[in-house]
């Protein structure tokens, strides 16, 4: 059970036991919905679970849990009552051995003719009413509230069935029913362990140095700055970083590659990941709850309750549908006369297939993304996905590494290289980007010790701006000195425009105004970045643009090297204006970025896709889809993925709506036996199962 406060609402999460089938998950939904309070509620059958959005000055947990047990349901809470459901599953498994048991006597029997007359008829009473117990009783508490659900049929089914005599019938159909929603959960139960195992990896005990012993202890136990020790082949149970040793970690759990990373003093390390060689010594930094494992897990569970547009449009249309079919039904006996059209209608019409199609093909396309380190944040998104026609890049830290260096420095007035290194270090002290981190970085190679400046001011998209004992520094792009009302010195402006035809990002440094000198910076295209976007371009992309704030000419090379075209000179706004110019065209636009520096253009279009997203929190929460790791890799695998989703949601659909109505007008013409009309049915919901499962393996 999980809780968080937000303004003005509240959001729960309870597990629930035993939601039988997609039609229940529904019906939960209303129940809950119908509370005065509750803003909305969204229950996955597949995951046996409901997350609830509620106003915590109007309704209370208590009156939502009762809502939830309203209409027959449990919460499991405590061990107590999930030793309980252990055995509540067991006793439907049971039900459903002895109402089969009984129904295989009453047709032996019948067949063989020489057991007294009505012993057949009475096993098939027996069998009827041990499997529709819990049916009925579902339906019956389903009308108390008020509404109607698929049990509403198959009781109505049986019971008119037993009334005209049919009972050998009518046990037979209750037993297909409820043979086939035992399967369905078989099945449905698979997906889930799979998708459970992926976040069960935070191990049990850690050992923690305590007063000069190391001391094995409960994984709860163990406090933040605690320190841990790590041995070589053990899952690392907290996040942290690294105080003393080093490790080969294995991140797989978390990222979806499965190389090794080296660590060693001051890298963070991550809960859940795999310490292949090398022992370590780690500052414990989050535990528990708040580790990146923790939050992952999360995010997927919330990501996979949440329904997808095409999942609201199915739920909507299958409540309009019960009663449709219901006057069918009636219609088709009341013109007939015959009850057994009608029946046979009731029970073939259920719109489980339906209703399953599109929350099985959701979680397993969700729960087989994660075990690659692709977190797709909802249903909703894995169909825009799916649908992506353009795919907008950024270049700094997508298409390159993102980790840039110094690779040449030009003097100007005879002031020396550390001297200009000295000042533009100060200035870039206080800036995050990676240029600025290059010039720093730089500085530290030379030993120089940079001290903060006293005032200091951020251009995104430009440079920066600085202040130290009366000296104003600016560092930035061409643009920045324009705007600054800087001049350039024509030679300097054709010389850094040579460099930047090398691929260099050129940046000036004055000093009082003063052009003092540029320094020349190089990021390195990501290795397979040209592979990654061929393979992109296949997948049959309308458009694949890189958007930069460098200039015209670096962008220019590394649009030639991958073959993609490109817009410069892009300021951050700008990066946002040309992606809802995009949208504008009518096409689902994609935009790729770090998250941090893109983080409005991310916003800004129908997905934002995050890069190298395990180590920074801004963009696991902001993105609509993260990349745990740093792969470019992985954007073609997501947008496969993706489409095969929509897909199989598609085949569901299309082959559920078809089923159901082909198998009513053949039953409307009383071509469909009601047993053959149960089979049939169950048929199709396990059908449409196991076509979203497809989504489980790797692609
Ligand atoms: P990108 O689109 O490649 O991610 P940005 O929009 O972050 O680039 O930056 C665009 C340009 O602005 C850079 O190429 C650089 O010239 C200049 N710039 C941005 N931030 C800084 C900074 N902190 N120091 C110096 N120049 C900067
Ligand atoms: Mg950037």
Known sequence: MEEKKFEGKSKITLAIDHIHCGDCALNIERSVEHVPGVLSAEVSYVLSSATVYYDPHRVGEEQIKKAITKPGYAIKETLAERTRTFWKERRSFIFLCLSGATLGLSWIFGWIGLAPRH?????AVVSLILGGYPIVKSAIKTLLIPDLNVDTLVSIAAVSAAAVGAYQEAATVIFVMLLGEFLEGLTVGKTRKAIASLIQLSPKTAWVRREGNEVQ????????????????????????????????????TLTGESIPVEKEVGDKIYCGTFNESGSCEIEATQVAEDTKLAQIKRLILEAQTQKSPTQRVMDRFSRYFI?????????????????????????????????????????????????QGILIKGGAYLEQMGRVKTLLMDKTGTLTYGRPRVVEIKIFNGMDEKE??????????RSEHPLA?????????FGLNIPHPQAFENFRGKGVKAQQNSRSVIVGSSEMMRSEGVEIPEWARRFSESKQLEGMTSLFITLDRQISG?????????????????????????????????????ANRIGRELGIRYEAKLLPEEKVMRVKEWKRKGQVVAMVGDGINDAPALAAADIGIAMGAVGTDVATETADIALMADELEKIPTLIRLSRKALQVIKQNL???LAFNTVLVLLSTQGWVTMILGAIMHQASSLLVIFNSMRLLRRT
């Open 518 to 554: 540029i320094i020349f910076i190089s990021d390195t295209v990501r290795e397979g970045a040209k592979e990654v976007i061929d393979r992109i371009r296949k997948e049959g992309l309308a458009e694949i643009w890189m958007l930069t704030g460098d200039s015209d000419q670096v």
């Open 119 to 123: 012993l057949p008829n009475t096993l």
């Open 420 to 429: 200009l290194l000295y000042w533009a270090a100060m200035a870039e002290k």
């Open 654 to 656: 299309i082959f559920a």
């Open 437 to 445: 981190r290059a010039i720093t970085e730089k500085a530290d190679e």
């Open 323 to 371: 009663p449709a079919i219901i006057l069918i039904a009636l219609a088709t006996f009341l013109v007939t006369g015959e009850i057994v059209r009608g029946i046979t209608i009731l029970i073939v019409a259920c719109p489980c297939a339906l209703v399953l199609g599109t929350p099985t093909a959701v979680v397993a396309a969700i729960g087989n993304a994660a075990r």
């Open 217 to 252: 202890v409960p994984i709860e136990d163990v406090k933040p700055r605690e320190v841990v020790i790590v041995k070589p082949g053990e899952r690392i149970p907290v996040d942290g970083k690294i105080i003393s040793g080093c490790a080969s970690i294995n991140q797989s």
